[in-house]
Structure formats: structure tokens, C-alpha cells
């Protein structure tokens, strides 16, 4: 008598929902790479007919796209069966990178081989793929949405025969050299440090094409080295022609008409104190005894709106810098330089346009009136910190009663201030001195 095997009502089960459990195991490890054989072991398929229905359902997946095939007799779920988000990419320099996705706590870690040849500040779609020993998530790009226009500092490296050039880049979120073809070189030698973008990565190269945009110069050069560093951090450092333009088209006089409609304020003892090596000068102070014993003191800072209108080259312009940039040899103004350093700077001698604050003032720093509007002025004296700083220590020099005036009226303003719960940050701060070249000689 043949004892008949016995069936077991849970592998029943499994054997009945075995699509479904298929197609789980995929979705539950989308990274993982199922062989036909492994799937059927885990649907519990034993025989001719069971083994051969998980193939079918294999098969199946595969022409719907559920799943796709990797390698001989290997499959996992397909990008577009997985769990994607959009983010924005943070390069490592050894060609890893993390995507930063808003409302995420943790950022998505993608290994180098599973980039997809996306680059820093690229927007793309990434699949989590695992979580990984520290439960972190990461994951693999299946799309580029948008491409940075992030361009790249380096220095060329030319092939023999000058056929093709490699820009060796300093960023540490380019983790590889970029390709630039002869005809792409716009007269770059080998050994400059050039500005390069990125013009296209095709699947079958190793590395980006690029084009040259800009020639800085030998590295090591001050002036070089300066624009590179202003490059490598998308910062301008000249201004479109058409923006030089409209700032060269403004007309330097002051019109009667204007002065009329302004309070004016070129009457009063005023003078800057700025840096010594400043180029420009934003601010005034001036000061008078009135009749009555008081002091009225007044704070101008140029009136850029007399110039600069909403919407016109040069406002968007400086929309779009937002600051003005100070290096060590340089600044960077937000506004073209006849503006900055020319009919918006409270030079000596000239008279300026400005929208002033101005207070009256008892001996004991009471503010007793105030005033806000537009004036115009007349710098009698350009000092710079240590003039102004001799000045409150000998009680000797140019404007010696203003200054001590006004600098007595700050230390009674200071001391209540303090009074009043205002902390003080005291920091020092560097100073380079340099040569003639630019070369920093001390600190």
C-alpha cells in the first residue's frame, strides 16, 4: 500500500499566490538580483510543473516591465517599478554622491557606479534602493531632470600633437579630469587655468566634454588666481557691456530742479570715515551746534534710487549679484563702477546726492527730533580710521570739535546702550599687507 504524501495547506498557499509573492520579493529588495532558481525556492516550486509556472510567471514580469534582466539568468525590479524621488546632487571628490531631497531628514547616498554620470548641483531622480548599515537610505540615478550650469576652474593638460586637452580641475566636486577637443580650446595652452563648462557626458566616455569659456592666465598668477577663485564660485568679475552701457548714459550733474526738492545739507560740516585702502564711500557724517544749543547730526548714505530704477539693466543686475564682494586686493561691487565708485560715492569735494537720517540732540545724547528724506551734501574731508582715531586721541586736526563732539555723543549712546542689556563681540581681524604684484607679504 503506497502511503500518499500528505499536503501541507501553507505551501498550498504559496504555491497559489505565487505571482504575487514573486513580484513582492522584488519590490521588497529592489536591488537585489533574483536567479530563476532562487524564486523558485522561494515559492516552495518543487515539481516539473510548478518550477516551470515560475518561469512563466518570470517571463511575464519581464514583458510587462515589472522586472528586468541584468545579467544571464538574473533579474530585479525595473527603474520604473521603484520608489523614486527628485533631489539635488552633492558631489564627493571621489566620484560618490549624496542627493539632497527637501523633506528628507537623511540624504540619499549613491555609489560612483550607480551615478548615472550626474554632477554636482545636477537635479535628479534617484531610486532608493536600500537601506544601508547605518539605516541610512541610498540609492541609484535613473534620470538627470536638470543640468547644473555650474562651470569648473582647472588647468589644461594637452595630448601629443595637441589633438584633445584634459582640464585638470581643482573643485573637489568633480571627481574626474574633463574632455575638450581641439576645436573646443578657444586658444587655451597647455599649462593656463581656464574656466570650463560642461557640454555633454555621452555613455561612452570616461569623463565629461567640456569647452572653454575663459583664460585666466599662469597659475600663480595674482590677477589669475583672483578671477579663478571669483569663477570657481559663480561670482562676476565684469559686468555685461550692455549694463556698462546704461551705467555710462547717466548724466553727472545735479540738476537746480533737484537740489530744490531735496533738504539741503551742503552747508554743514561733513566728512567720511572709511579704510585707507577704500575705494568707495557710502556713508557721511555731519554735524552743527543750533541756535538753541543742541546738536543736529546727520547719517547720508548715497540715494542709489536717484540713478537706479526698478526693472532697468542695472537694477536687475544687482538683483542678481545681490553684494558686493570683497577680496583681499579687490572688491567686487554689486554696481557698475561709475556708479559705486563714482556718482554713488561721497567723495571730497563733491556734492551727492543722499537719503539721510538726521537727529537733534541735547549734551546728553537725548534724541529730541528726527528727520528721514532725501538730501544733498558736500564731503569737506575724506578720513580714514587712523586719521579720525588721532584726531579723538591728540584732540588736534582737521575737524577736531566735530569729532570729538560727535565721538562723545557715541560714547554716551554706547553706555547706555550697554546699560540696557546690549552685548559686545569684540573678534580680531586679519589685515594682509601686499606688494605691488598683489603677493601677500604679512598677516
Known amino acids: ?36 532558481k532562487s524564486l523558485m525556492a522561494a515559492v516552495g516550486a518543487t515539481t516539473r510543473d510548478e518550477k516551470e509556472r515560475v518561469r512563466g510567471i518570470v517571463r511575464d514580469l519581464a514583458a510587462e516591465g515589472v522586472i528586468e534582466q541584468v545579467s544571464e539568468g538574473k533579474y530585479r525590479l525595473s527603474h520604473s517599478e521603484r520608489e523614486t524621488v527628485e533631489g539635488t546632487v552633492d558631489m564627493t571628490s571621489s566620484g560618490a ?23 554636482h548641483g545636477d537635479r535628479v531622480r534617484v ?22 550650469k555650474k562651470n569648473y576652474v582647472g588647468v589644461v593638460e594637452m595630448s601629443e600633437g595637441d589633438a584633445f586637452a584634459f582640464v585638470r580641475v581643482d573643485s573637489r566636486k568633480m571627481a574626474t579630469d574633463i574632455f575638450v ?9 597647455g599649462g593656463e587655468k581656464v574656466l570650463v563648462k560642461i557640454t555633454g557626458w ?17 597659475p600663480g598668477d595674482n590677477n589669475a588666481e583672483m578671477h579663478a577663485i571669483l569663477a570657481e564660485f559663480d561670482l562676476p568679475y565684469g559686468y555685461p557691456e550692455e549694463v556698462e552701457k546704461e551705467a555710462e548714459e547717466i548724466p553727472e550733474t545735479i540738476t537746480d530742479e533737484e537740489i530744490a526738492a531735496r533738504r539741503d545739507m551742503r552747508g554743514v560740516a561733513t566728512f567720511t570715515i572709511d579704510p585707507a585702502d577704500a575705494k568707495d564711500f557710502d556713508d557721511a557724517l555731519s554735524i552743527r551746534r543750533l541756535e538753541n544749543g543742541n546738536y543736529e547730526v546727520g547719517v547720508h ?5 536717484h540713478y537706479v530704477h526698478p ?13 558686493s564682494v570683497y577680496l583681499v586686493d579687490r572688491t567686487i561691487p554689486m554696481l557698475p563702477e561709475r556708479l559705486s565708485n563714482g556718482l554713488c560715492s561721497l567723495r ?17 545724547a537725548q534724541v529730541l527730533g528726527e528727520w528721514f528724506g532725501r538730501t544733498v551734501i558736500y564731503s569737506d574731508r575724506r578720513f580714514t580710521y587712523q586719521e579720525a582715531q588721532e584726531v579723538i586721541e591728540t584732540g588736534r586736526g582737521d575737524f577736531a570739535d566735530e569729532i570729538l563732539k560727535l565721538n562723545g555723543l557715541a560714547q554716551t549712546l554706547r553706555k547706555e546702550r550697554f546699560r540696557n542689556g546690549s552685548i559686545s563681540f569684540e573678534r580680531e581681524e586679519a589685515k594682509f599687507d601686499l606688494d605691488e604684484n598683489g603677493k601677500p607679504l604679512r598677516v
Open 1 to 36: 500500500m503506497v502511503k500518499k504524501e500528505k499536503k501541507s495547506p501553507r505551501g498550498d498557499k504559496r504555491r497559489k499566490d505565487a505571482p504575487a509573492l514573486i513580484a513582492e520579493l522584488f519590490r521588497s529588495l529592489p536591488d537585489k538580483r533574483y536567479s530563476v
Open 97 to 119: 554622491l549624496y542627493v539632497i531631497v527637501e523633506g528628507m531628514d537623511k540624504d540619499i547616498y549613491v555609489n560612483a557606479s550607480r551615478t548615472s554620470h550626474a554632477l
Open 127 to 148: 531610486a532608493i534602493t536600500r537601506k544601508g548599515r547605518t539605516g541610512n537610505p541610498e540609492g541609484e540615478v535613473v534620470e538627470i531632470v536638470e543640468r547644473s
Open 181 to 189: 577637443p581641439a576645436r573646443a580650446l578657444h586658444g587655451a595652452k
Open 202 to 218: 555621452p555613455d561612452t566616455m570616461r569623463s565629461p566634454e567640456g569647452e572653454i569659456v575663459d583664460v585666466f592666465g599662469e
Open 301 to 305: 548714505i548715497a540715494d542709489v534710487t
Open 311 to 323: 526693472g532697468d539693466l542695472i537694477d536687475t543686475e544687482g538683483q542678481n549679484r545681490a553684494t
Open 348 to 364: 571730497p569735494h563733491e556734492e551727492k546726492l543722499c537719503f539721510s537720517a538726521v537727529f537733534e540732540l541735547d549734551e546728553q
